[in-house]
């Protein structure tokens, strides 16, 4: 019996390269930037495979809670075609435009999905993959807010009752930050390097539980080390209490 199944990647776009691909699909730039000076700007689809796609836009307001992201139906953000069909070898622009003039004092923050829509065929069998690309827009805020992501990232480190220890991060700036490739240091000693890669959007925190990989005496300072959108990010902390 012939069987479709679908199975949708949601693929977080951390890193900052000019063009990014997932499957046979290729999108270019994989991070948006908008603004009252600059409210419109286009992204590049490219369709690398041998078949026809067809491919839906959705953009979405973009927040966290607790640490996590979380995605709402928003309008404040035209992308245009919402729909179309991409030719195999083809390209397709998407044009993005605020619709109104940014009056938060933060910066705001959305996501554009790219995604395929699988289309059953009679001959069809087994998998095949929908790709649901998320892509981050930030739209800056209004004038007088100045850009100091990294001097407004305040790190601690904490214990709770059973012993556990966490590094914490704080974004205490007006813009996002994209953190990787985390490091904990004690002296020359690395202790721990913190997979993957985390945005904090303004005002948002994240905690992160440590384990080290190597063994640390628990008392004295400790240093953070990161690679971040926003340049490299060095930090000195106290050990947890």
Known sequence: MNRLCIVTCLLSLLLAPALWAAGTLLVSPIRVHLSA?????VLSVINQGEQEKLIQLEVVHW????????YQADNRILATP????????ESQLIRLGLRQVPQNL????????????PEQHATQQALRMALR??????VAPSAGAQRSAIDGLQWAMTKNP?????LQALNQSHFHIQLHNI???QGKTELKTLPGMKYLLPGQSYRWRIQPDNDSNGSGSYRVRAD?????VRFEIAAAQ
Request: proline share 10%; charged share 25%; glycine share 10%.
């Open 37 to 41: 000076d600059s409210p419109t700007a």
């Open 63 to 70: 927040t966290q809670q607790n640490g996590e992201d979380q």
């Open 82 to 89: 919402p729909v179309f069909r991409l030719p195999a070898g």
């Open 106 to 117: 933060t910066e705001d923050a959305f996501r554009i999905f790219v995604r395929e829509v």
């Open 133 to 138: 690309l998320g892509i981050p827009i930030f």
């Open 162 to 166: 059973q012993g556990e220890i966490s």
């Open 183 to 185: 490091r904990l240091l």
């Open 228 to 232: 971040s959108d926003a340049g490299p």
